[in-house]
């Protein structure tokens, strides 16, 4: 157990629809970052917040938006959503922004677009 | 750019050694090694700097070739439960927005068989 928590695991829905998926950082850690992992594409990087303020992008899509709020915990909203979209998405913390921190990741939210 | 993991699969005898290679284009600041089973999270290993330092702790060890922009996993006396996706991310001090980012190479399928 990583001690970051995702909600919710599973995740069904339709396509043009719009979903949220939640992540709580560990303890103390104030960097949170959201991953993709498709069966096609491997993990890919989205974006990172570091106490409230997003602080490294990815290629993530301008349906695809996200925030930190004061109490550390991240939300990834994906609207529009269509059948490329399913996969599993992680989010990872850690303590600092530097790239020489260890990334945590949590258990995921995988999502299916029907 | 994706950083290119050799080999993409490897199958092993419980015992067998094995070196999972992955190599960038780009001039690496940090490393860093994961190990991911079917449908879990990515697990942290062990993150390598530049400066070509080695690290290592019970039979797995890792190195960084900073000259060739490569870093080299490899796995001693392999056990049933080192199966599992090896993912190397890496990073560089490109900083501005892309200082937090790490991008993962393709992955190596590693199976140890009794």
């Known amino acids: 157990d990583s001690g970051v928590t995702q909600t919710p695991k599973h995740l069904i829905t339709a396509t043009g629809q719009r979903v949220t998926l939640r992540c709580s950082p560990r303890?103390?850690?104030?960097?949170v970052y959201w991953y993709q992992q498709s069966l096609d594409q491997g993990l890919q990087f989205l974006i990172q917040y570091y106490n409230g303020e997003e602080r490294a992008k990815g290629n993530i899509l301008e349906r695809f938006s996200a925030q930190q709020f004061p109490d550390l915990h991240s939300e990834l909203n994906l609207s529009s959503l269509e059948l490329g979209d399913s996969a599993l998405y992680f989010c990872a913390s850690s303590e600092t922004f530097l790239n020489t921190d260890t990334q945590y990741f949590g258990p995921g939210t995988r999502l299916t677009v029907l | 750019q994706q950083p290119v993991q050799s080999p993409q699969a490897v199958i092993l005898r419980e015992g067998e050694d094995a070196v999972i290679n992955c190599s960038s284009s780009?001039?690496?600041?940090?490393v860093h090694w994961y190990r991911q089973k079917h449908g879990e999270a990515p697990v942290f290993l062990m993150i390598?700097?530049?400066?070509?330092e080695q690290k290592g702790h019970d039979k797995i060890s890792a190195s960084f070739n900073e000259k060739k922009q490569q870093s080299s996993l490899y796995l001693t006396a392999s056990q049933l439960s080192y199966s599992g996706t090896y993912f190397c991310?890496?990073?560089?001090?490109?900083?501005?927005?892309?200082?937090?980012?790490?991008?993962f190479g393709q992955g190596t399928i590693l199976t140890v068989h009794p």
């Open positions: 390598l700097l530049k400066g070509g």
């Open positions: 991310g890496t990073a560089s001090n490109a900083g501005g927005t892309s200082y937090g980012k790490l991008t």
């Open positions: 303890s103390g850690d104030l960097s």
């Open positions: 780009k001039a690496l600041y940090s």
